[in-house]
């Protein structure tokens, strides 16, 4: 089996409601799209599809950065390679993770939907053989299917909500909207106005009830020195965890934080490569990892982190990228549902938070907060080509002669 083409594209996915935090407010989103063809021995195609959304206040990629870096070095570096065994290709793939990290997560997440469509597998069970052969350290070559016992699979997800910035009667219908669909858990995005955040603290504890989790996420927007004391005043409130309270650099800062504070210090923008992740739990630096998949390289990097954390003794979050549709949000519960259970999962808001979702999938999440793993090969998830069509932007160019056009034109021939 070989990759016999792939193809890059950007979409503008439009939001219901402006969503923000302390590092930007948005309405809408601009994801890359990437779809790649795999060709079998018998002459077989099998199509999948990824997306990742750069961030470049928290990796330094940008929308135009990203497709740089897809179109001049992963898509040469990946089309016509050829493979014998699904567990080979995929420990090809994990030696890509480590730079250029929402560039890449497209890149691969398009491939695994793909090999996994053309095993007849679901991805979380692809997954699942894979984490089993590489934790028995079997050589990729030797490996049949047969042969593997799989990890442990969950077929459920809980998710928690999260609140973003807003006026107090937003915060608290929304936060109603919550305890009604039945989350145990919801995550704050902080500030610098104390005040302010003292009382959606206290109007999150009031209507979330005394069993909920609440989280806190300040996004890098405090110092060490704001952080102490924010986190002894909103101490009544019983917060369970600090998401990233300082600047991501500011190491030293976290390791303080994590020996002084006895809420559970939260590494967010800290922790985008394995080397971070290494040094981090070397140094002692938080109490928890919040892994997202566009962030950190893609499924197969997220994995690895998962093992790092736990092997350390450190807590494990999963996180997601605001704006993202049910391509990235699947990938992520195939994640989820081999690594798991973690202490808290984010995302699937796809139906909620965008205004026209791109697959026509019934894929998000049931009250309670749950989110089931799909039953159908692949990402488990039907991609709507008419629709990546009517919101492939015009803004972005590729590097190559192919124009933006061509491109979404030639997704749903």
């Known amino acids: 089996m070989r990759i016999s083409n792939i193809e890059v ?15 930007a407010s948005r309405k809408s989103s601009s994801n890359i799209l990437v779809k790649t063809t795999l060709e079998s021995d018998d002459k077989r195609t099998f199509i999948g599809y990824g997306e990742s959304i750069p961030r470049d206040y928290v990796t330094g990629e940008t929308v135009q950065s990203a497709l740089k870096a897809i179109e001049t070095e992963f898509i040469l570096a990946m089309r016509d390679f050829q493979f014998e065994t699904p567990i080979q290709a995929l420990t090809h793939l994990e030696s890509y993770s480590g730079e250029n990290n929402a560039a890449w997560c497209a890149v691969e997440i398009s491939i695994l939907d793909a090999l996994a469509k053309a095993s007849n597998l679901q991805l979380a069970y692809l997954l699942s053989l894979y984490d089993s052969a590489r934790q028995a350290k079997m050589p990729s070559k030797e490996v049949k299917q047969t042969q593997i016992k799989t990890t442990s699979i969950q077929s459920v997800i809980d998710y928690g909500g999260v609140v973003p910035f807003g006026p107090p009667v937003a915060i608290a219908a929304l936060l109603l909207c919550y305890r009604a669909y039945g989350f145990k858990t919801v995550k704050l995005k902080m500030g610098r106005d104390f005040e302010r955040g003292m009382f959606t603290l206290q109007m999150a504890r009031n209507i979330m009830g005394s069993e909920a989790i609440v989280r806190t996420d300040a996004n890098c927007g405090w110092t060490v020195e704001e952080t102490l004391y924010f986190a002894e005043k909103m101490r009544k409130y019983k917060v369970s965890s600090i998401e990233q309270p300082i600047d991501a650099e500011n190491i030293a800062g976290l390791q303080r934080l994590t020996a002084e504070v006895p809420e559970t210090i939260v590494a967010d923008e800290s922790l985008c490569t394995l080397e971070q ?15 997202r998949l566009s962030k950190v390289g893609g499924v197969l990097a997220s994995m690895q982190m998962a093992d790092m954390a736990r092997q350390a003794g450190l807590g494990c979050l999963m996180g997601a990228q605001v704006g993202e549709s049910a391509i990235l949000s699947a990938a992520a ?45 692949g990402l488990g998830v039907e991609v709507d080509e008419r629709k990546i069509k009517k919101y492939a ?17 030639s997704a749903i021939s």
């Open 9 to 23: 594209m950007v979409v503008n996915l439009p939001f219901r409601v402006t969503f923000g935090h302390n590092l």
């Open 277 to 291: 992740a290494k040094m981090l739990i070397s140094t002692r630096a938080c109490d928890a990892f919040n892994i």
């Open 333 to 377: 519960r195939a994640f989820a549902a081999v690594k798991g259970p973690f202490d808290n999962c984010e995302g699937s808001f796809n139906k909620l938070l965008l205004h026209e979702d791109l697959s026509n999938t019934k894929f998000g999440i049931a009250p309670g907060g749950i989110g089931r793993l799909p039953t159908i090969p």
């Open 393 to 409: 932007s015009t803004q972005y160019k590729t590097t190559s002669s192919t124009s933006q056009a061509q491109l979404a034109d």
